[in-house]
């Protein structure tokens, strides 16, 4: 039985360009919070807010 291996060295350019959509990706799941303006994750309570509601339930 063969093990599958290239036959020849694959160059620089051509690995660069295969990883070349590899790359980190844009977040566009960030909002800004309607109350105080931070920037949180959609669907998620702001962490400032978060905190005085704590602050308030104590």
Do not use: E, T, W, Y
Not at 29 to 57: E, M, T, Y
């Amino acid at each position: 039985f063969l093990n599958a291996v290239p036959k020849k060295k694959v160059s620089h350019s051509r690995k660069r360009m295969r990883a070349a959509n590899k790359g980190l990706k844009d977040r566009v799941d960030f909002v800004h919070c309607q109350a105080c303006g931070n920037p949180k994750l959609a669907h998620h309570i702001c962490a400032s807010c978060f905190g005085d509601i704590a602050r308030r339930q104590k």
